[in-house]
Structures are given as structure tokens and as C-alpha cells.
């Protein structure tokens, strides 16, 4: 469709502006939240991480289609999120130490949202000991865990044996993600749960705290 074509090139082409009025544009013609999102930001964005592995964009490219991005998720996510919605169970969230990478845990944290889970973002760059004292403060249901660097995703297992080095780790199921993470490795560190995109990590969730 036209319009989000119109989307997911503002994305690749680095233009924040016309993300957010194609956003708008698009929305007022009836098409969907979850179309723009599904349609036009994940494969815009999956495009520019095809041309950034390629030597085509360099860092600055990158950031500004991750602000073009964010330009239009700000329109969307209270489409996406609904209000009223019954809250299901409790998470915090973070991306690991190490790692800048907010995108994919963001969309994760939307989602999870929408479908009903109360969320507490602990951002970016998160060491274990936020992680453990986040979850004795607020007794979350579920911990989630982004990586999107092969370094950094070694720091995960920190989390969890600092979770259990402060006796939590039997109150709370723990989540990991993000594009270098798979079921093998969630397996070897001792997770309760992976899944490889933000739609499947609803129904990961809901199934952790069985509703
Ligand atoms: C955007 C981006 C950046 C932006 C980040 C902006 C931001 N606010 O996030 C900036 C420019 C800052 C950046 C910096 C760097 N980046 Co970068 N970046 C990317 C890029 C292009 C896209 C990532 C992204 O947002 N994808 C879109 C989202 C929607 O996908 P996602 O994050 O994978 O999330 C989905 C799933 O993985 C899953 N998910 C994510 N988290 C979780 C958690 C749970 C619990 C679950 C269940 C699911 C889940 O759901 C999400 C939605 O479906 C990728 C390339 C790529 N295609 O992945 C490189 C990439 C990740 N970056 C890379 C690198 C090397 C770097 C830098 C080291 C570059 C440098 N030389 O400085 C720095 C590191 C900075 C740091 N310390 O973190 C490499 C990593 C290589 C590796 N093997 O480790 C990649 C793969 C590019 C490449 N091929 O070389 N980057």
C-alpha cells in the first residue's frame, strides 16, 4: 500500500519529519496501528540494518532512521496500547549493560502493554544489580532482557546469577531477546524464556504467567 511505503521509506531515507506525517496521513485514512507497525516500521528498519552491514550508512544514518522510527511510534503506541485495559501481570525491562540498543525492546515493551501488563523500563545499559533491585522493589511477574550485540549478550547470565545470589531468582521468570539471542542460548544461561520477535513475546508472556 502506498502510504505505508510512504512510511517505511521516510525510515530508510533518514527523514524523522515525513515519518511522522505519513504516520498521521496514514492513520487518518483508517489504516491500522498495527499495519504501520507491522508493514511499514520493522521492515524500514530491517532495511537499514541491511545497509548499515553493508558499509552503505554509518552511525549517523542509523540514528536519525532510529528517530524517524521513534517519530512515528509515538503516534501508534496508544493505538497499539489501548486504555483500560485489565492489567495481567507486571514486568521490568531493560537492555542489557553494554548495550545502547533500545528499538527492539521498546517495540517488546509496547506490546506487552497492549496486552495488558504493566511495564517499568529501566532503559538502556542496565547492569545486574538495577536489574535485581528493580525486582525487590516493584516484585515484577517477569524480568525481560534485550541484547543486540554478541558482547554484550554474555552479560545476561549476569543477571540471573545475581538474581539468584540475592535469593529472587525462584519469584521471577526471566525473558531474553533480541536479534543475536536464540532458544540455544536462553537454554545454556538458565532462562525461562525466549522468542524472537515482539508479537511472540506477548504470547511468551502470557503463557509464563499462565493467563
Ligand atoms: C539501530 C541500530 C543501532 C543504533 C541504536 C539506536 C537505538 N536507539 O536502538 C545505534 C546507531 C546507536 C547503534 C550503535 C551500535 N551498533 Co547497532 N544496530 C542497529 C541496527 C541497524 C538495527 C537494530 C534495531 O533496532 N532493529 C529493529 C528492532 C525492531 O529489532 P530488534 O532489536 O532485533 O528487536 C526485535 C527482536 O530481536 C525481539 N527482541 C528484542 N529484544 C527482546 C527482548 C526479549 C525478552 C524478547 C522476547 C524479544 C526481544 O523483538 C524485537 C521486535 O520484533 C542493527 C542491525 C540489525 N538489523 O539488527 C545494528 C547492530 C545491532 N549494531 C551493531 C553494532 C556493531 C553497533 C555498534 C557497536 C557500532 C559502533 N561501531 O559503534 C554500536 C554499539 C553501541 C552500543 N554500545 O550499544 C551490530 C551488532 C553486531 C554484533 N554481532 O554484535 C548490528 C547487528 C549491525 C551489524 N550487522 O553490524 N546501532
Known sequence: MEQLEKIKNAIIETMPALAKSATEEALKNGISAKDILNEALIPGMDEVGRLFREGEYFVPEVL???????ASMDLIEPLLVGDGVKKVGKVVA???EGDLHDIGKNLVCMMLKGAGFEIIDLGVDVKPEVFVEATRQHQPHIIVISALLTTTMLNMPKVIDALKTNGLRERVKVLVG?????????????????????????ELARRLVAV
Open 178 to 202: 533480541g536479534a543475536p539471542v536464540n532458544q540455544d542460548y536462553a537454554d545454556e544461561i538458565g532462562a525461562d524464556g525466549y522468542s524472537e520477535d515482539s508479537s511472540s513475546a506477548v
Open 64 to 70: 536519525v532512521s532510529a528517530k524517524a522510527m521513534n
Open 94 to 96: 531493560g537492555t542489557i
